[in-house]
């Protein structure tokens, strides 16, 4: 079975504090790998602006938004994340920690807005509310990740920035690369 990656994007901050940006000079957004194994395309992490994702699949890989099988999330930070209306058609997967815990972080959101009010942002309860409701809504349709995507992809657990990160492993025959995200 034949497997290779290419990076569709590599990741930025939205400003550099080591380049003492105060405020942010560009789109933060995640490393996207595009994994092909087999007839299988994976895209890892789409967190570029759709319109820019698009553009990126056919720069770089020659493929739509309609040609990835399957979406792996790294985690479910927005950065992460941001292109997958455009990829309504896929799968999308993510380790089942990151889903509970991002589940369990919502209800407490709500929990709290519940029992002490909206807070200080400036928005009302209802607005708050929707918005967990669209986040819960887009965490229903992301699915569990079993241990072997394929049969030379499989989920690689990390210890990361959020309780249930994890990456891929690309079990290649003459060599293992691991696609973990953002992680260093």
């Given amino acids: 079975m034949s497997l290779n990656h290419t990076i569709i994007s590599i990741g930025t901050l939205s400003r550099n ?10 789109v933060a957004h995640s490393t996207s790998t595009l994994i092909r194994s087999g007839s299988t395309a994976i895209l890892v992490d789409p967190g570029l602006p759709a319109e820019l994702l698009v553009r990126r699949l056919d ?6 938004a309609a040609d990835v099988d399957t979406v792996f999330l790294t985690n479910f930070r927005p950065a992460h994340r941001r292109a997958l209306p455009v990829l309504s058609k896929a799968t999308w997967l993510m380790h089942e920690p990151e889903i509970e815990a991002v589940r369990n972080h919502l209800a407490q959101m709500k929990r709290n807005v519940l029992d002490e009010g909206p807070g200080e942002e400036g928005q009302s309860e209802e607005e708050i509310l929707r918005m967990i409701g669209s986040e819960e809504a887009l ?30 492993l690309l079990a290649g025959s003459a060599r293992t690369t691991i696609v973990a995200g953002d992680a260093v």
């Fill in 17 to 26: 504090r080591f380049w003492n940006e105060q405020e942010a000079k560009r």
């Fill in 59 to 64: 720069e770089r890989a020659g493929i739509t």
């Fill in 139 to 168: 965490l229903e349709r992301v699915q569990s990740a079993p241990e072997k995507i394929t049969p030379t992809v499989h989920l690689y657990p990390t210890a990361g920035v959020t309780p249930g990160a994890a990456g891929l």
